[in-house]
C-alpha cells in the first residue's frame, strides 16, 4: 500500500492581514497547508527567548520584510537551526494579489538576512 506524502505546513508571518491571506492563498495553491501570524504585533514568545509553538507546527515559516523588527530579525536567526526561515518581500500579481518574493533564509547567515555583502554589489 502506498501512503500519500504529508503534507508539508509553511507558518506566514505578516502583520498586513491582506498579505498572510494572499500569501497563504498561494502556498495552498501549490499544495501546502499553512499557519498563520500577525508577529510581532502581538505578544511574541520568541522576543523572550522562548521557542514559538507555530515553528514546532511548520516545516517552513516565511516572515513578511516589513514585519520584522531588528530584535525579531536575530531570534529568528538564533531559531533557524530548527526550523528553515525565509524572509520574503510582497509583490503584486497580476490580478493584485499579495504573492511572497523569497529575499533570503536566516540559515545563510546574518548578513543574508539584512541584505546583500558588499561582493554580491561588486562586478
Known amino acids: 500500500m502506498i501512503r ?9 508571518v505578516s502583520a498586513d492581514s491582506a498579505v498572510r491571506s494572499d500569501w ?10 499553512t499557519l498563520r501570524c500577525v508577529g510581532p504585533q502581538v505578544l511574541c514568545v520568541l522576543l523572550d527567548g522562548a521557542h514559538c509553538p507555530l515553528h ?16 525579531l530579525t536575530l531570534m529568528l536567526i538564533r531559531a533557524s537551526h530548527s526550523l528553515p526561515i525565509a ?13 511572497p518574493v523569497i529575499t533570503a533564509v536566516a540559515s545563510a547567515g546574518a548578513d543574508a538576512c539584512v541584505g546583500p555583502g558588499v561582493h554580491g554589489l561588486v562586478r
Request: proline share 4%.
Open 87 to 99: 524572509f520574503a518581500k510582497d509583490q503584486l500579481d497580476a490580478q493584485g494579489r499579495h504573492e
Open 4 to 12: 500519500p506524502s504529508r503534507l508539508r505546513t509553511a507558518l506566514v
Open 24 to 33: 497563504a492563498r498561494h502556498l495552498e495553491a501549490l499544495g501546502m497547508r
Open 56 to 71: 514546532t507546527e511548520a516545516d517552513l515559516a516565511i516572515y513578511d520584510r516589513s514585519t520584522l523588527t531588528p530584535e
